[in-house]
């Protein structure tokens, strides 16, 4: 199943508990038993239910709640020179590829002019508490529009089994060098035969 949107996520944190001697700050709402929807603590790999959608929370590593637009964004463009252009954003779906799961990130113009843009993606995983947790990220790199190369970002996370269907997204953001462009980050969602019980690396 494809999902594409821009999204912004607000940040709510509520509360922080102990998990194998580490504190983790838990969002307000993953503390709530609601639907068949776990506690943090409790959360393991799943699918996404039907109807969650741009309703679901991202978080990293660390429990934390974040903006998946805004987080880690690393922009190697130029000082901006235009203002508000919009470029294609090109996700392709979380994939497995021996041993790995892994996601690309590509973009073409748009209403923009520059010629090179830096792209990250990062793959996020979905957790029983309604959470989609971040498990890999890409270097952000420069590329050129996807209609004159086939470079992209990839992110890739080794699969510690393959024996059960797990909803990822593969989230990816485009700065475009030399110019202000539109905010937010767009998606694609798929299942994979593929579980990651450990945190980011």
């Keep these: 199943m494809k999902r594409y949107a821009k999204r912004t996520v607000r940040v709510a944190v509520a509360a922080v508990v102990a998990v194998g001697g580490v504190s983790l700050t838990v969002p307000a709402a993953a503390q709530a038993r609601v639907d068949g929807v776990v506690s943090y603590a409790d959360a393991v790999p799943g699918l996404e239910p039907p109807g969650l959608g741009d309703q679901a ?12 637009a805004a987080n ?35 973009w073409n113009k748009g209403d923009c002019t520059g010629n090179t843009a830096h792209v990250y993606n990062c793959l996020y995983e979905y957790y029983t508490d309604g959470t989609y947790r971040r498990k ?52 694609h969602q798929a299942n994979v035969y593929c579980v990651v019980t450990g945190p980011d690396q």
């Design 57 to 68: 929370r991202y978080v990293d590593e660390h429990g934390r709640e974040i903006d998946p």
């Design 72 to 106: 880690g964004k690393r922009d190697g463009g130029n000082t901006p020179s235009a203002i508000g252009c919009t470029p294609v954003t090109l996700p392709d779906d979380p994939h497995w590829s021996s041993p790995d799961v892994s996601g690309h990130g590509q």
């Design 136 to 187: 890999a990220c890409s270097d952000s790199t420069q590329l050129k529009p996807k209609s004159e190369s086939n470079n992209r970002s990839t992110a890739r996370r080794t699969c510690d089994s393959t024996g059960q269907s797990i909803s990822w997204r593969n989230q990816v953001d485009v700065d475009v060098d030399g110019q202000v462009d539109s905010s937010g980050t767009e998606y």
